[in-house]
């Protein structure tokens, strides 16, 4: 049991590491919008805010999905990329479907991973919140400007 947090915590560190430099860049992103300008606020610039934090978070969990898969690899328990890459994508998002399955030694890295790719999607869908309710909480605010709805 020990064996395997010595193994799976320096991958779960570098994971939190590169979701926080992921949802840094996404804060600035979305700090750098968030301004209000001088102009009334437009919908693509919110589409570009949204569409780019989306972006973001989605290449930090594919980059996380794969370091784990190359942990795997390292450790003997696939002998390509793509099984290796798609057991780790099952953990990861916590789908578990179990039609494939590692060795007894490090079985336990399966939801080691879930439990840090539950973690990583937590965080993601909080800075989307955020955003969110950043651009509902501006229409709202042009709406009261206008008096009328936006489309």
Same mark, same amino acid.
């Given at each position: 049991?020990?064996?395997?947090?010595?193994?799976?915590?320096?991958?779960?560190?570098?994971?939190?590491?590169?979701?926080?430099?992921?949802?840094?860049?996404?804060?600035?992103?979305?700090?750098?919008?968030?301004?209000?300008?001088?102009?009334?606020?437009?919908?693509?610039?919110?589409?570009?805010?949204?569409? !780019?934090?989306?972006?973001?978070?989605?290449?930090?969990?594919?980059?996380?999905?794969?370091?784990?898969?190359?942990?795997?690899?390292?450790?003997?328990?696939?002998?390509?990329?793509?099984?290796?890459?798609?057991?780790?994508?099952?953990?990861?998002? !916590?789908?578990?479907?179990?039609?494939?399955?590692?060795?007894?030694?490090?079985?336990?890295?399966?939801?080691?991973?879930?439990?840090?790719?539950?973690?990583?999607?937590?965080?993601? !869908?909080?800075?989307?919140?955020?955003?969110?309710?950043?651009?509902?909480?501006?229409?709202?605010?042009?709406?009261?400007?206008?008096?009328?709805?936006?489309?």
């Amino acid at each position: 049991m020990i064996r395997i947090f010595l193994v799976g915590a320096p991958v779960m560190i570098v994971c939190l590491l590169l979701q926080s430099y992921f949802v840094t860049i996404a804060l600035r992103h979305y700090l750098r919008i968030r301004v209000p300008p001088k102009d009334p606020p437009s919908p693509a610039k919110n589409i570009i805010l949204l569409a !780019t934090i989306m972006m973001m978070v989605t290449v930090g969990s594919l980059l996380q999905v794969g370091l784990w898969a190359v942990l795997f690899l390292a450790l003997g328990e696939f002998d390509h990329w793509e099984p290796a890459l798609y057991y780790s994508a099952v953990n990861f998002s !916590t789908l578990g479907y179990g039609d494939i399955v590692m060795s007894e030694r490090w079985r336990l890295l399966g939801p080691l991973e879930s439990f840090n790719g539950i973690l990583m999607f937590g965080v993601s !869908t909080a800075l989307m919140t955020a955003a969110v309710n950043y651009v509902l909480r501006q229409n709202a605010a042009l709406r009261g400007r206008l008096g009328s709805p936006l489309v």
